[in-house]
């Protein structure tokens, strides 16, 4: 880090990302973008949510309320390859007419038409994931602690998988409006709706506990019915019904940290907060997290002495209007490099 940098000025023009001044080599906490959304079949925008954080994170004063010195530890954000950009933004037309073919009733009459575009989409995540596991394992054998931007929800699967194969048992976090546990969600094997019916087939991941969950269909509340407890559910409107009859969100904050085990990984889909706070994301709900009381959870399980191995922060959209979702999601990935 420059020793001339003044953590009290107003950001650089190019510099890093919250305007700091570090190299890779130099920090501590590397954050990886994945620019890439070929599921969502609601509102699109998260492949630029990565440039989103990158513009709100110019804006947040780096004296962090519970983590003051965090900008000494150094963060820097990597690249997302241009060949692997240039990819989804050719396969992105395609999955759309996938999903204009299952809307119209296409896909069920004449499915043999959409199997080489659903071939097409399956090769191009195989080709980025492969990518993205080599560049987590690249900088973890450097010791770097790394989180990942999104892209929706689709894309932390490598990093499950680089655990996985590194032999580590661990439980997760997941904050998030919906369950996603669907099963090839409208054909797709890798859908930001079945990222964690995916990372369950991980042997090595030991819990699963969602936090604020609000949006879910029969085949995944079965599913969770029959993990017998690996997987726990925080359903955001139980948590306030406790609330309104006398129970406080620490108690409940308590539970979900000792509902996981001693090593932890955190994935953050930002509708899991309240969609005033990202109003932009790729399929908001109704309902959900204040931003304190996420900042609360998350510095009770750094509190409570485990162990996270990783994070990942998805679904934040560029809005056309405003900088709303990227100055939200820059500071809930400040926060995420906190308490790492």
Same mark, same amino acid.
């Given at each position: ?5 003044? *953590? ?55 004296? #962090?309320?519970?983590?003051?010195? +965090? ?12 060949? +692997? ?74 990093? #499950? ?12 976090? #997941? ?42 269909? #029969? ?53 899991? +907060?309240? *969609? =005033? ?11 959900? &997290?204040?931003?304190?009381?996420? &900042? ?9 002495? =485990? ?5 990942? +922060? ?27």
């Amino acid at each position: 880090m420059e020793k001339s940098f003044d *953590p009290n000025a107003a950001a650089a023009l190019g510099s890093g990302i919250y305007g700091l001044p570090c190299t890779a080599e130099e920090a501590e906490i590397i954050i990886i973008p994945v620019e890439w959304e070929l599921t969502t079949s609601y509102n699109r925008g998260t492949v630029d949510g990565p440039s989103a954080v990158f513009e709100g994170s110019m804006q947040v004063d780096l004296c #962090h309320h519970d983590y003051p010195d +965090l900008w000494q530890r150094g963060i820097w954000m990597d690249k997302f390859p241009k060949e +692997l950009r240039k990819l989804h933004d050719k396969l992105a037309p395609v999955s759309e007419e996938i999903i204009e073919g299952i809307e119209s009733g296409d896909v069920d009459e004449f499915p043999w038409k959409y199997e080489a575009r659903y071939k097409a989409i399956d090769d191009g995540f195989e080709k980025m994931f492969g990518w993205l596991r080599e560049r987590i394992a690249y900088w973890k054998k450097q010791g770097k602690k790394v989180g990942l931007l999104g892209g929706d929800h689709s894309t932390p699967l490598p990093y #499950h998988q680089y655990l996985n194969n590194i032999g580590e048992k661990y439980g997760i976090l #997941h904050v998030d409006a919906h369950s996603d546990l669907r099963e090839c969600f409208e054909g797709f094997k890798y859908s930001h709706a079945s990222i964690f019916y995916n990372v369950l087939k991980l042997e090595k991941v030991e819990k699963l506990v969602q936090v604020a969950i609000r949006d879910y269909c #029969h085949q995944e509340k079965q599913l969770i019915k029959d993990s017998d407890g690996r997987v726990q559910v925080f359903y955001d409107r139980d948590n306030r019904r406790r609330m309104y009859e006398g129970a406080n969100w620490k108690q409940i904050c308590n539970e979900i940290v000792d509902a996981l085990p001693e090593k932890v990984y955190i994935s953050v889909d930002i509708d899991g +907060l309240d *969609p =005033k706070l990202c109003p932009n994301t790729g399929t908001p709900v109704p309902g959900g &997290m204040e931003y304190e009381e996420l &900042m609360y959870l998350l510095n009770r399980i750094k509190e409570s002495g =485990k162990e996270i191995l990783g994070f990942d +922060l998805c679904e934040v959209s560029l809005g056309e209007d405003d900088e709303w979702d990227g100055n939200v999601g820059a500071r809930v990935l400040y926060h995420l490099c906190g308490i790492i």
